[in-house]
Every structure is written in C-alpha cells, then in structure tokens.
C-alpha cells in the first residue's frame, strides 16, 4: 500500500497563479487533514475533513480551499498565490478518533 | 488556550549521550500525546504515542500530568537519531496541535 500520496512533489508559482495540490490516500480512512510546515512555526492546520463531504477550517485556513472530492481524495487549492505561501504542504489521514495521522511525502511550493 | 511547547530548537549530542527532549502542553482535557519524527526529505512518523507506553529507537517517553510534561529520553544517542522531532498534541479526538519542533544533532 502507498499509504498518502501528494502530487506534485516540488512546485514553484509566480504570485497570483493558482495551484491545486493533491492528495490521496488508500487505506480507507474517514478523516484528512492539510498541513503547513514553516521553519520555527512547526505543522499548522489548514483545513481537515472528518468524513467524505465535510470540511472544516484549521488554524490557518486564509488563501486556501479544499474539495474532499471522495473517501480517497482531498485537494488544496490556492486561488492566487502569494509568496507567504511558499511553505511545504503536508497532506494526512486517519482512520479513527484518537488515532495517529498517517502523513505523506509533502509538496515544496515556492511562490515568487 | 491548547498549546505545545517545545522550548529547544537545536540540540546537539555526541553519540553514546543521553538525549531529552523537552515537550510542555496545555490542555484543559485529559491530553493524548504524540512524539512524530521527521528525518531528512522524508515524510513525518509515527515515534511514539503516550497510551502505548512502549519503547521504539531506544526511546520513551512518559506523561507527567503534575508537570504537563512528555519529554522523550533516549539513554544512547546514535547518530541516525539525527532528525526533527515534533510534540503533538491530540485536540477533540482528531485534530493535532504540533510544537514548533526540535532538531536533533548526533555528532560521531
């Protein structure tokens, strides 16, 4: 199993372009979650889903919308990038409550 | 507030020391704790998590509900424990709040 798979793996935008990050998972699991990751800031919650058709606000979720298009998939869009945004994006899942988050490769998004 | 605290940013050890790596939280609720390890370019994983009570790598960690503490102790260091290690607190059952994270350094 590959677990959580995010496409791409490295992305440089120009300010202003819009970019849709993916991600998927196969293992089943009800919850996923959208992570940044700044240096000195650690993993910040963008957005999560707790179930197919849900979506919630995390801590940081200005700039950003997200689809859970099904069970298996859950995509981050920037609409206009902007160069705070350049960050690495982690996608996660999980399967139960109280369960660990499974996370995937992360994508390296650069905006200029 | 929930909060994680991970007051090191940067810890450097010569291999064979100890190694302790602080973690403070602030949780109104009876907290479920994580320790995630992130090594070079690779994805974050699972190191340990406090109901298991289990050692892995050499490490463990114990939850300290007087001090609000879950530091994560390794007796040996080697130098593949060289990585980032993120505190995680688990809020409402599914969401986690990270630490900032520390950066461990295991010098030959």
């Known amino acids: 199993n590959a677990g959580v798979t995010q496409t791409p793996k490295f992305q440089v935008l120009k300010t202003g372009q819009s970019m849709t990050l993916q991600c998927a998972q196969d293992?089943?699991?009800?919850?996923m979650y959208w992570y940044r990751q700044d240096p000195g800031m650690g993993l910040r919650l963008i957005y999560y889903?707790?179930?197919?058709?849900?979506?919630d606000k995390g801590e940081v979720p200005n700039g950003y919308n997200v689809s859970r298009l099904n069970k298996r998939e859950f995509s981050l869009r920037l609409e206009s990038a902007a160069p705070s945004q350049t960050s690495v994006y982690f996608c996660?899942?999980?399967?139960?409550?109280?369960?660990?988050?499974?996370f995937g490769d992360g994508t390296r998004l650069s905006i200029l | 507030a929930q909060r994680v605290t991970q007051p090191e940013k940067l810890l450097s050890v010569f291999k064979g020391a100890p190694v302790e790596l602080k973690c403070n939280y602030s949780?109104?609720?009876?907290?479920?704790l994580f320790w995630y390890v992130q090594y070079s370019r690779q994805r974050l994983q699972l190191l340990l998590r406090?109901?298991s009570r289990e050692s892995i790598k050499g490490f463990t960690a114990d939850l300290n509900k007087g001090e609000t503490s879950f530091h994560l102790k390794k007796p040996f260091a080697q130098e593949e424990d060289s990585a980032m290690y993120y505190c995680?607190?688990?809020?409402?059952?599914?969401?986690?709040?990270f630490g900032t994270g520390t950066r461990l350094q295991v010098f030959p």
């Open positions: 996660a899942s999980t399967g139960r409550q109280n369960q660990p988050q499974h």
């Open positions: 293992m089943n699991h009800n919850s």
């Open positions: 889903s707790a179930s197919e058709g849900t979506t």
């Open positions: 949780y109104s609720g009876s907290p479920e």
């Open positions: 406090h109901i």
């Open positions: 995680a607190l688990m809020r409402n059952t599914d969401k986690l709040i």
